[in-house]
């Protein structure tokens, strides 16, 4: 017998003991082990709508788990969730067509529309409020490096003072979309 021979009875023999052991499954274990494989196909499912697949593939991909389709479906929903951007307008319209598509329910979708609308607004005035002193804090920051003049512009947007402010007005948003999304689970 070869090596390759020998190689792939190790595998073969591998395989029936695992099949075996599945028959040796509890209930509980088996039902543990259907909720991960779901899990996985749903997050999959997901990370492939969020790279470009239409929703019909996705429905055709869910034909394949007819009794466990709405399972499939929570796992999906709430990978899209957890993936929901309030500063990025463009994604936020792309999951929310899904949430609204698998659930029938707009509502969730306008509530989450219209928190990101004020989230982008805060955003924005908040800027707008602190521009001044977010610039004059730049340009010193500068000149300690010896770079100034009338050109110099600071860029603000990555200064560690604008990072903060956008990260405090962040994590005030991320909890009333936690509160959405529970109100979506509870549906």
Do not use: C
């Not at 709508?49 to 394949?64: F, H, N, Q, S, T």
Request: charged share 35%; net charge neutral.
């Amino acid at each position: 017998m070869s090596n390759g021979e020998e190689k792939l009875k190790s595998a073969l023999d591998i395989a029936l003991e695992r099949a075996g052991k599945l028959g040796k499954m509890s209930d509980a274990e088996r039902q543990e082990a259907r909720a991960k494989e779901l899990a996985g196909f749903g997050e999959a499912l997901s990370e492939r709508y969020l790279k470009g697949l239409p929703v019909r593939d996705i429905e055709l991909e869910l034909a394949r788990y007819k009794e466990d389709r709405q399972k499939v479906i929570r796992y999906f929903l709430d990978r899209l969730w957890d993936r929901i951007d309030l500063g990025n307008p463009q994604g936020v319209d792309n999951i929310l067509s899904a949430v609204e598509h698998f659930t029938g329910n707009s509502s969730v979708a306008e509530k989450v529309l219209s928190l990101a609308t004020e989230y982008r607004n805060e955003v924005e005035k908040t800027l707008g409020k602190n521009r001044g002193s977010l610039e004059d804090a730049g340009r010193k920051e500068l000149k300690r490096k010896g770079i100034s003049g009338s050109a110099v512009i600071p860029a603000i947007e990555s200064s560690p003072d604008w990072l903060q402010l956008q990260e405090d007005l962040s994590s005030r948003y991320r909890k009333r979309l936690e509160e959405l999304k529970a109100f979506l689970k509870a549906l």
